[in-house]
Structures are given as structure tokens and as C-alpha cells.
């Protein structure tokens, strides 16, 4: 395997929830904190995420306790 090959990255879902992912995520009033849940992210206790944090696959997302992710990120 070449060293600029990324052959080993799986997205880990179906396009179709990918999608479905973008497309809530565009939604005016989407609430970041909320929504990694309903796709299957795993987030600690005392978690701080702030404004602006884009998420591509919430589902490959774990987060340990104690931890803040500050913005554009």
C-alpha cells in the first residue's frame, strides 16, 4: 500500500444515512449536542462542544469524558 493512500478508510454506514446525515445537519436550528447521539456516537460525561464543530461520521465519533472540542474544529 502507497503511503498517500487512504484505501483503508471505510465511511462505516450506507450512503443513504450519510446523506440523511448532511441533510439534517444543513437544517437551520440543527442542535450538534443531540444529534451525534441518534447517529450512534459515543460521548462522555461533562462533554463541552462548542459552536461551529463539524461532524462528517458521527458514527465513527467517540468522545471520552471530560472533554471539550472547541470551535471550528
Same mark, same amino acid.
Given at each position: 500500500?502507497? %503511503?498517500?493512500?487512504?484505501?483503508? =478508510?471505510?465511511?462505516?454506514?450506507?450512503?443513504?444515512? &450519510?446523506?440523511?446525515?448532511?441533510?439534517?445537519?444543513?437544517? #437551520?436550528? =440543527?442542535?450538534?449536542?443531540?444529534? #451525534? %447521539?441518534? =447517529?450512534?456516537?459515543?460521548?462522555?460525561?461533562?462533554? !463541552?462542544?462548542? #459552536?461551529?464543530?463539524? /461532524?462528517?461520521?458521527?458514527?465513527?465519533? &467517540?468522545?471520552?469524558?471530560? !472533554?471539550?472540542?472547541?470551535?471550528? /474544529?
Amino acid at each position: 500500500m502507497r %503511503a498517500d493512500s487512504n484505501s483503508y =478508510f471505510r465511511r462505516g454506514r450506507p450512503r443513504w444515512v &450519510e446523506a440523511l446525515w448532511m441533510i439534517a445537519s444543513a437544517l #437551520p436550528g =440543527f442542535r450538534l449536542r443531540a444529534a #451525534p %447521539a441518534a =447517529f450512534w456516537a459515543k460521548i462522555g460525561a461533562g462533554v !463541552v462542544i462548542k #459552536p461551529l464543530v463539524v /461532524v462528517k461520521f458521527p458514527w465513527n465519533l &467517540e468522545i471520552g469524558d471530560d !472533554v471539550c472540542i472547541g470551535q471550528r /474544529v
